[in-house]
C-alpha cells in the first residue's frame, strides 16, 4: 500500500531587484533551491557541484613542487554549499576560499536551515564571503591572486539565472579571470550543457580548456552536465 505524498514545504524566499525570485524548500527530510519555481540543486544530488571543486583544486592536491604553501581560491556562487564544503576539505591548512553569493539570503540559509547538512563551512577560519556580484568582486582584485577560481551561478550562457550573468561569459571577464589567476591555476565552469561557443571564447581568451562530463549523481548511468577547465596558455 502507497502511504501518503509528502509534500514540498517552503521555507523561506528571496527576491531581486529584476524580479529574480529564489526558494529554500523541503520535502521528505531533503532541502531544494529553486529559481523561479525551477529547481536549481538539492541534498539529493551533490556529486556534479563536488566533482567541480575536485577539478578546480587538482593542481593544488597533486604534490607539485609549485603547490602554493598557502592556497586561495575563489568560488563564484554559493548555492546550497556543497562546493565550498568539498573544496575546504581539499584545500588543507592554512588556505583561502572566498565566496561571491550575490543573494545575501542565500548566505543566512547555508548558515540556518543547511547547516545541518553541510556542517559550520560558513564559520571555518579559511572561508570569507562577499556579499555581492563576482563581476565585481574579481574587479577589486589583483593580479595573480587565486590559484583556483570556480564557477556555478548559472545552467549556460544562453540560460542565465540574472540578466546581469551576462557578463560573466564576456572578453573582458574572460580577460580578468586571466589575470586573477596565478601561474599554474585555473577556472572551472560548471554548465549544465555542451557549450562549444564557450569553449571557443575561452580558447580566444588565452586558455587551453578540458571538458569533464559530470553525472548528477555518483551512480547515475549517463552524464547530464559538463565542467569546463581552463589554464592559461
Keep these: ?102 543573494v545575501p539570503e542565500i548566505i543566512e540559509w547555508n548558515r540556518t536551515f543547511l547547516a545541518g547538512h553541510n556542517g559550520p563551512i560558513l564559520a571555518d577560519e579559511r572561508t570569507t564571503i562577499y556579499r555581492g556580484d563576482l563581476f565585481d568582486c574579481l574587479a577589486g582584485r589583483g593580479k595573480a591572486t587565486y590559484d583556483a577560481i570556480l564557477i556555478d551561478i548559472d545552467d549556460g550562457p544562453e540560460m542565465l539565472i540574472t540578466r546581469g550573468n551576462a557578463r560573466l561569459y564576456s572578453p573582458g571577464f574572460l580577460a580578468r579571470i586571466r589575470d ?32 569533464h562530463l559530470a553525472k548528477p549523481h555518483a551512480n547515475s548511468k549517463r552524464p547530464r552536465h559538463r565542467i569546463y577547465v581552463a589554464r592559461r596558455r
Excluded at 607539485?64 to 573544496?87: A, D, E, N, Q, W
Excluded at 586573477?180 to 587551453?208: I, N
Design 180 to 211: 586573477a589567476l596565478a601561474p599554474g591555476g585555473c577556472v572551472a565552469y560548471w554548465l549544465a550543457l555542451p557549450t562549444p561557443d564557450f569553449v571557443r571564447s575561452l580558447d580566444k581568451a588565452g586558455f587551453t580548456v578540458e571538458e
Design 1 to 102: 500500500m502507497v502511504g501518503p505524498v509528502k509534500p514540498y514545504v517552503q521555507l523561506a524566499e528571496a527576491r531581486l531587484p529584476d524580479g529574480t525570485v529564489f526558494s529554500l524548500h523541503t520535502h521528505d527530510g531533503k532541502f531544494y533551491l529553486k529559481n523561479d519555481r525551477r529547481e536549481l540543486m538539492s541534498t539529493a544530488l551533490t556529486y556534479s557541484e563536488q566533482l567541480l571543486a575536485e577539478l578546480g583544486c587538482a593542481a593544488l592536491l597533486e604534490g607539485l613542487p609549485s603547490r602554493p604553501k598557502h592556497p586561495r581560491v575563489l568560488i563564484g556562487g554559493l548555492g546550497m554549499g556543497f562546493t565550498l564544503k568539498r573544496t575546504l576539505e581539499l584545500v588543507g591548512r592554512p588556505a583561502t576560499v572566498e565566496v561571491a553569493e550575490l
